[in-house]
């Protein structure tokens, strides 16, 4: 019966250090921080973590206390983490929170997302961070849909004012360019032909993930800056990774 034993031997020392490597991770890779974020973890990474703790494509920087993460060129602050949901949520660093005059520097639509057309192949889609919350058809037909988790604040530079379209959010006072004879507004959603005016043009487009945007509801600029503020979220959910398989 040696056998059994040395079996049994090799099994527990297979458990062990399995066990142990997670452990040693866990133990060397304790959680980064940065200002408000307090939980930098795998994938996530600082760049001055050690070499082996997190993904480098899931880098972010410290900066004078604020944390954040280049995504197609452009810098955003990180709000916060997720990692519940595998979202990580953003805000263009050109929205202050007591200045509606304030708009984002950069224009983000779903359309920078590779997995916005190819969220049933993967394999051409191996950017770090997604439009979808689930990419792997399988979880997609367990949760029911594919799930977005922003909309889009479109804002429109009009040769005339907007009257007959309530969608069409009068940004005055907050952004004062109505003297050159040009109107601006902000729209929360998408931009549909039938909402579409002759004389309207779109300026730049940003993402919003905040809930207090409901449908059909009646805004003001001023709930829209709030929606900027509270910022988007994408997701690193990633099948390919195996970030998020559980
Ligand atoms: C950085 O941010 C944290 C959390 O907001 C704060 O407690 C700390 O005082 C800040 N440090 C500096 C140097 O600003
Ligand atoms: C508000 O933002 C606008 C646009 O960025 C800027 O011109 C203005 O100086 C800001 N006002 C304050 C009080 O910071
Ligand atoms: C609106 O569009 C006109 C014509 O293209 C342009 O001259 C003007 O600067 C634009 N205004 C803003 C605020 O983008």
């Avoid at 020392?13 to 959680?31: A, K, M, N, V, Y």
């Avoid at 367990?142 to 479109?154: D, Y």
Wanted: proline content about 4%; some cysteine.
């Amino acid at each position: 019966m040696w056998w059994v034993l040395v079996v049994l031997f090799s099994f527990t020392l297979l458990l062990h250090r399995g066990s142990s490597s997670i452990i040693d991770q866990e133990h060397t890779c304790p959680p980064s921080y940065c200002g408000k974020i307090s939980k930098i973890s795998s994938p996530f990474r600082l760049k001055d973590d050690p070499k082996h703790c997190g993904d480098s494509s899931y880098e972010l920087a410290c900066e004078n206390n604020i944390t954040s993460l280049y995504l197609y060129s452009a810098k955003y602050y990180v709000q916060s983490i997720n990692y519940n949901d595998f979202t990580i949520r953003l805000v263009d660093p050109g929205v202050q929170q007591s200045n509606c005059s304030s708009l984002p520097l950069y224009s983000l639509s779903r359309s920078n997302f590779c997995d916005t057309y190819n969220h049933e192949d993967d394999d051409n889609c191996n950017d770090p961070y997604h439009a979808f919350l689930a990419r792997s058809r399988r979880i997609v037909s367990a949760a029911g849909s594919h799930e977005l988790p922003f909309k889009h604040i479109v804002y429109l530079n009009c040769t005339h004012q907007v009257t007959d379209n309530h969608k069409y959010v009068n940004t005055a006072p907050c952004l004062n360019w109505n003297s050159k004879g040009y109107s601006i507004y902000a729209m929360a959603g998408d931009l549909v032909a039938q909402d579409f005016q002759v004389g309207c043009h779109v300026k730049s487009v940003t993402l919003t993930s905040w809930s207090g945007l409901q449908r059909n509801q009646l805004l003001t600029y001023d709930v829209i800056h709030k929606a900027l503020v509270y910022g988007f979220e994408v997701s690193w959910f990633s099948c390919n990774k195996g970030y998020g398989l559980r």
